[in-house]
């Protein structure tokens, strides 16, 4: 590894190292992929990542190709000491609003978890469940965090897959291109074709 990259990814630990200073142990990152897009689930994600761990390329999902990403997803779960995923579908955003079923996804993902953690940082968000498990809202989580980073991708990949085998489904919509974002092209074939079953109703009102 090259010395700037491990400069960059001691830089983005720095946090987790003065909390891991005060004695914690298992730091659970979370984020979430799939808060704005028109169509498709929200998918929140977990990860508590070794202390000592250093994997090439971990950073803000959004700042890695989507090809890079899909191959620190198989680093991540294969060195994470436990990692959860929580797939909040469209209807269910529909139905309580996205920022509830972010945060019913984080819920979901403490449950999922095999090792409990004694501290959760979380990119941004505040009055949620874990459990009665300490967090940690950190504005730009994904960008300073390396845990949150790492969830950041698992959710992002895990949410990525899953448009794009709803691309096969429903072609028309271009999904595996922009992934249910409301791209121009994604609207205008909204206005030609009408909604799908995936889309979120409370989020196209104003395109039908």
Known sequence: ????????????????????????????????????????????????MPPDSMIEGVNDSKKVSEKKREKLYDLIIEEALSYSVAIIGHDVIDEINILNATKAGVTQVVDGL??????????????????????????KGDAKCYNIAAASILAKVTRDRIMRQWDEIYPCYGFSAHKGYGTARHIEAIKKYGLCPIHRRTFTKNFI
Do not use: S, W
């Open 1 to 48: 590894m090259k010395e700037k990259e491990i400069e960059r990814l001691t830089k983005l630990k720095e946090i987790e190292k003065d909390l891991y200073g005060k004695g914690f142990k298992n730091i659970c990152g979370i984020d979430e992929a799939g808060r704005g897009p028109l169509a498709g689930p929200v998918v929140v994600a977990g990860v508590i």
């Open 114 to 139: 095999d090792l409990k953690p004694d501290l959760i940082i979380i990119d941004a968000l505040n009055h949620i469940d874990t459990r009665g498990i300490p967090y940690e809202p950190i504005i």
